[in-house]
């Protein structure tokens, strides 16, 4: 069975706190992509990676494709990172790469 | 780049009414897919387009719902007799086939049945 899981599903930080989100994954994937959700359900692709690192601004992103086993690390966060954080993968399947999705990371940063 | 636009943002109805919602995807894109989340989970995946051809469903999309593509552009997605357990947000997004790139996603239409 194909699954996504997140820890921890739900996080209280103080601003300026290093965050770390953790997804594991069952089966052999093509990629996987780290999602922001804010209240009202927009959802903001952070990044997409098949192997290594990523880096944007204060966000990184790593994978390891042998333990199945992604990170996505916030460093110096503030109140305004606080969101619900989706782990999915591309599962090839069928005729489309498919998204599986974890059930998220709910992130509240404090003052 | 307008991004994906979803219409309506929310929409409440009374149980047993039809509902059609409507997404368009960013102009190059010719990939289309259709998500429901409920509350507290992950989105599941519910269906695909490539251009206007419906290529694959999943088991979650009863025989209730339909989408649409005609035009290989904007898609639909119908539900109907709505029921409890339709309540939901529904999401869309797109993406270009061949290439290796991430999805791109509309900001959801909220369904509530009352």
């Known amino acids: 069975k194909n699954e996504v899981e997140q820890s921890p599903q739900n996080l209280t930080a103080q601003e300026g706190e290093f965050i770390t989100i953790n997804c594991s994954y069952s089966?052999?994937?093509?990629?996987l992509h780290w999602l922001q959700q804010h209240p009202g359900g927009g959802i903001v692709s952070l990044f997409m990676?098949?192997?290594g690192k990523k880096k944007h601004g204060r966000l990184i992103a790593t994978i390891n494709i042998q333990e199945k086993h992604s990170s996505l690390h916030i460093t110096a966060s503030h109140p305004r990172d606080s969101a619900v954080y989706i782990c999915?993968?591309?599962?090839?399947?069928?005729?489309?790469?498919?998204?599986?999705f974890g059930t998220g990371t709910r992130l509240q940063v404090t003052l | 780049d307008t991004g994906v636009s979803q219409d309506p943002r929310h929409k409440i109805t009374k149980r047993g009414q039809n509902v059609t919602f409507r997404c368009d995807p960013i102009?190059?894109?010719?990939?289309l897919y259709w998500y429901r989340q409920t509350l507290g989970q992950g989105p599941e995946f519910l269906t695909y387009f490539q251009n206007e051809a419906q290529l694959e469903k999943s088991r979650l999309l009863s025989d209730r719902f339909s989408a649409e593509r005609p035009k290989g552009s904007f898609s639909t997605l119908e539900i109907q007799r709505t029921e409890q357990g339709d309540s939901a947000m529904y999401l869309c997004a797109s993406d270009n086939s061949g290439g290796n790139q991430p999805q791109h996603f509309g900001d959801g239409t909220r369904l509530s049945i009352l």
């Open positions: 102009s190059e894109h010719n990939r």
């Open positions: 990676l098949s192997s």
């Open positions: 089966v052999g994937i093509s990629a």
């Open positions: 999915a993968v591309y599962y090839r399947a069928g005729t489309a790469s498919k998204l599986t």
